[in-house]
T-cell receptor, first 114, second 115 residues
Framework: DTAVSQTPKYLVTQMGNDKSIKCEQN?????MYWYKQDSKKFLKIMFS???????INETVPNRFSPKSPDKAHLNLHINSLELGDSAVYFC?????????????FGQGTRLTVV | GQQLNQSPQSMFIQEGEDVSMNCTSS?????WLWYKQDPGEGPVLLIA?????ELTSNGRLTAQFGITRKDSFLNISASIPSDVGIYFCAGRLDAGGTSYGKLTFGQGTILTVHP
């Protein structure tokens, strides 16, 4: 069973479209994240949710809207896609606090905007 | 914001050689992590360090949490072809509030191992 699963793995779309990426974790973690990896492989946090509540929003454009229907799911919706949004998006989960576990990453979603 | 400088950016080595890479930060972290990313996959945790000065091993991997809390290194001994990949350091502040769980990543070290 995959611990953190993202769908789709690949997404090719035109500029201006709206798209969503889904993420689910079966680790029972309280915290979930979205990270963006650019073409130079640099990883940067976008959002963090703890028990469905937004904790971190790293000055991401408001075209990006995360949604957490429950603590096992964190989806990412992107409006009006731009060329610069092309990247690999990683979902991750962790259990913070004493005795917790470090961030476990999904396989990534490679988004290509044309 | 906090930045991590990871070096070297890339390494080309022969199988059997030892490898060393390091990360430095302009500010302190309370936790240092090392991840490895294979092509088409997400980063996978290799080693976690929680205490300044801590030295931890995981098989052929050894990592240390710098005493100043502003640096960490990772050594790989007797490299093998499957060590190929991108290695990332990551720091976490654990200050609560908006830093809660947030990882700050280094730029990555691309490792190539020639058989």
């Amino acid at each position: 069973d995959t611990a953190v699963s993202q769908t789709p793995k690949y997404l090719v779309t035109q500029m201006g479209n709206d798209k969503s990426i889904k993420c689910e974790q079966n680790l029972g973690h309280d915290t979930m994240y979205w990270y963006k990896q650019d073409s130079k492989k640099f990883l940067k946090i976008m959002f963090s949710y703890n028990n469905k509540e937004l904790i971190i929003n790293e000055t991401v454009p408001n075209r990006f809207s995360p949604k957490s229907p429950d603590k096992a799911h964190l989806n990412l919706h992107i409006n009006s896609l731009e060329l610069g949004d092309s990247a690999v998006y990683f979902c991750a989960s962790s259990q913070p606090g004493w005795g917790g576990t470090e961030a476990f990453f999904g396989q990534g979603t490679r988004l290509t905007v044309v | 914001g906090q930045q991590l400088n990871q070096s070297p950016q890339s390494m080309f080595i022969q199988e059997g050689e030892d490898v060393s890479m390091n990360c430095t930060s302009s500010s302190i972290f309370n936790t240092w992590l090392w991840y490895k990313q294979d092509p088409g996959e997400g980063p996978v945790l290799l080693i976690a360090l929680y205490k300044a000065g801590e030295l931890t091993s995981n098989g052929r991997l050894t990592a240390q949490f710098g005493i100043t809390r502003k640096d960490s290194f990772l050594n790989i001994s007797a490299s093998i072809p499957s060590d190929v990949g991108i290695y990332f350091c990551a720091g976490r502040l654990d200050a609560g509030g908006t830093s809660y769980g947030k990882l700050t990543f280094g730029q990555g070290t691309i490792l190539t191992v020639h058989p």
